[in-house]
């Protein structure tokens, strides 16, 4: 498949011109024009970039990508290594950002939803990236978490009462702690999202509402992981997605 071809099915899946992100979307950096074997994984670290190599791949397609916005744009150390390794092997870098969040079939949040049974009924916030939606059957705070680090496989931190009863329930992926204020005046009784600070614990203990952080690569593995499998299916492309392991 043309790389040019995957690119632009992708910006358009994916609506990436809609967002105003944090950093590019679509091709980071230009490698080869044709791709048959394609590696994806959350984050474009030097771990993901070897396991590509290792595969023969001739792209990588991640959630966080490259050239964020406000970080040093000098490339040098680490930058420079992670850069020079895809430039040797002629590889593609192909990143989506808010595109793979915010996205009703394969974004991080949809397949939250899918695998936790929630019901999403509404959006939220700034480009309306977080969901708001209710429960398939009755819950406590306790039994949500519980089945979030049984899906995740990663124990979630709770901040709240347990037995509190679960009606209406907002996420958001990823760091997305200081939308929880907008969740709460959106009528939540629980938030979950990826990370959690300080502050995060005043809000959950003043407000009543529970909070969830569920961890930032344990919330937006599944996105992606979805995106592989319709890229598959559709084009007949080799992909294989790659988990690089991260208790963060």
Same mark, same amino acid.
């Given at each position: 498949?043309?790389?040019?071809?995957?690119?632009?099915?992708?910006?358009?899946?994916?609506?990436? =011109? &809609? +967002?105003?992100?944090?950093?590019?979307?679509? #091709?980071?950096?230009?490698?080869? $024009?044709?791709?048959?074997?394609? *590696?994806?994984?959350?984050?474009?670290?030097?771990?993901?970039?070897?396991?590509?190599?290792?595969?023969?791949?001739?792209?990588?397609?991640?959630?966080?990508?490259?050239?964020?916005?406000?970080?040093?744009?000098?490339?040098?150390?680490?930058?420079?290594?992670?850069?020079?390794?895809?430039?040797?092997?002629?590889?593609?870098?192909?990143?989506?950002?808010?595109?793979?969040?915010?996205?009703?079939?394969?974004?991080?949040?949809?397949?939250?939803?899918?695998?936790?049974?929630?019901?999403?009924? =509404? &959006? +939220?916030?700034?480009?309306?990236?977080?969901? #708001?939606?209710?429960?398939?059957? $009755?819950?406590?705070?306790?039994? *949500?978490?519980?089945?979030?680090?049984?899906?995740?496989?990663?124990?979630?931190?709770?901040?709240?009462?347990?037995?509190?009863?679960?009606?209406?329930?907002?996420?958001?992926?990823?760091?997305?702690?200081?939308?929880?204020?907008?969740?709460?005046?959106?009528g939540v009784d629980l938030y979950l999202s990826g990370e959690i600070a300080e502050s995060t614990v005043h809000?959950?203990?003043?407000?009543?509402?529970?909070?969830?952080?569920?961890?930032?690569?344990?919330?937006?593995?599944?996105?992606?992981?979805?995106?592989?499998?319709?890229?598959?299916?559709?084009?007949? #492309?080799?992909?294989?997605?790659?988990?690089?392991?991260?208790?963060?």
């Amino acid at each position: 498949m043309k790389r040019d071809e995957l690119t632009h099915y992708l910006d358009e899946l994916l609506e990436a =011109g &809609r +967002f105003r992100d944090y950093c590019p979307n679509g #091709l980071q950096v230009e490698g080869r $024009p044709e791709i048959r074997r394609l *590696v994806t994984g959350v984050t474009a670290s030097q771990a993901l970039l070897d396991a590509a190599i290792a595969r023969n791949a001739d792209a990588i397609l991640v959630h966080h990508g490259w050239f964020w916005r406000g970080e040093d744009g000098r490339v040098s150390g680490i930058r420079k290594a992670r850069l020079q390794t895809l430039l040797q092997h002629d590889l593609n870098l192909i990143a989506y950002h808010l595109p793979l969040d915010g996205h009703p079939e394969f974004g991080n949040n949809a397949q939250l939803a899918r695998r936790f049974g929630w019901t999403a009924d =509404g &959006r +939220f916030g700034e480009q309306e990236i977080g969901w #708001l939606g209710h429960l398939t059957s $009755p819950s406590s705070v306790a039994q *949500v978490a519980e089945r979030v680090g049984r899906e995740l496989q990663r124990a979630p931190l709770l901040i709240g009462e347990g037995e509190r009863p679960v009606r209406r329930i907002g996420w958001c992926s990823g760091a997305a702690q200081g939308m929880f204020e907008q969740a709460i005046a959106a009528g939540v009784d629980l938030y979950l999202s990826g990370e959690i600070a300080e502050s995060t614990v005043h809000l959950a203990r003043e407000s009543g509402v529970a909070y969830l952080a569920a961890g930032h690569h344990a919330s937006e593995r599944y996105g992606v992981l979805a995106l592989t499998g319709h890229l598959n299916e559709r084009f007949g #492309l080799d992909c294989q997605f790659v988990d690089i392991d991260n208790p963060v």
